[in-house]
T-cell receptor, first 113, second 111 residues
Framework: DAGVIQSPRHEVTEMGQEVTLRCKPI?????LFWYRQTMMRGLELLIY????????DSGMPEDRFSAKMPNASFSTLKIQPSEPRDSAVYFC???????????FGPGTRLTVL | SQQGEEDPQALSIQEGENATMNCSYKTSINNLQWYRQNSGRGLVHLIL?????REKHSGRLRVTLDTSKKSSSLLITASRAADTASYFC???????????FGRGTSLIVHP
């Protein structure tokens, strides 16, 4: 298995533009997580899905953020419109049904100018 | 909000020395995990310790858990330059088993 795949790895955009981050979890994993990492706030859980259903989106900072999981092998995190304070590294992670380790993707480094 | 908080924030040692990092948390937990993050990479799981366990080993890693003090420690023995990374503890509690991550300890091992 190739592990969790994220794209793009780097994204530079201008304020006001729409940004879409993509994630392919490990096949067979039931849980998918979106995190944001910054120096100021550390690693924050934004939202997680179980069997493609959003379970807890209380970490989503604003209505500008939305996430979908249309099927078991694909998820998106969208920011519209983007702002400079959204600049961060965004990680996707997946996990099997057993209470155990999370597998993280390599992250998407987002810079909003 | 972070449940676990690592201490120290940064640690600098020489190759061959042992490195000890601590994690304190606030509420009762089900499990505590330690992860490593190399620069520019995602987090990688190292070890999980359950609330009814006191100590676990994995290679050069030793993790202890003291639920009475709500704290855990990660010991890396005979450190190597390749151990240079940030180390995070993550705790889960209640019925969700969704871990919350601390801010991490940045470890630098000088060759």
């Amino acid at each position: 298995d190739a592990g969790v795949i994220q794209s793009p790895r780097h994204e530079v955009t201008e304020m006001g533009q729409e940004v879409t981050l993509r994630c392919k979890p490990i096949s067979g994993h039931d849980y998918l997580f979106w995190y944001r990492q910054t120096m100021m706030r550390g690693l924050e859980l934004l939202i997680y899905f179980n069997n493609n259903v959003p379970i807890d989106d209380s970490g989503m900072p604003e209505d500008r953020f939305s996430a979908k999981m249309p099927n078991a092998s694909f998820s998106t995190l969208k920011i519209q419109p983007s702002e400079p304070r959204d600049s961060a590294v965004y990680f996707c992670a997946s996990r099997g049904i057993e209470v155990n380790e999370q597998f993280f993707g390599p992250g998407t480094r987002l810079t909003v100018l | 909000s972070q449940q676990g908080e690592e201490d120290p924030q940064a640690l600098s040692i020489q190759e061959g020395e042992n490195a000890t990092m601590n994690c304190s948390y606030k509420t009762s937990i089900n499990n505590l995990q330690w992860y490593r993050q190399n620069s520019g990479r995602g987090l990688v799981h190292l070890i999980l310790i359950r609330s009814n366990e006191r100590e676990k080993h994995s290679g050069r890693l030793r993790v202890t858990l003291d639920t009475s003090k709500k704290s855990s420690s990660l010991l890396i023995t005979a450190s190597r330059a390749a151990d240079t990374a940030s180390y995070f503890c993550a705790t889960d509690s209640g019925g969700s088993y969704i871990p919350t991550f601390g801010r991490g300890t940045s470890l630098i091992v000088h060759p």
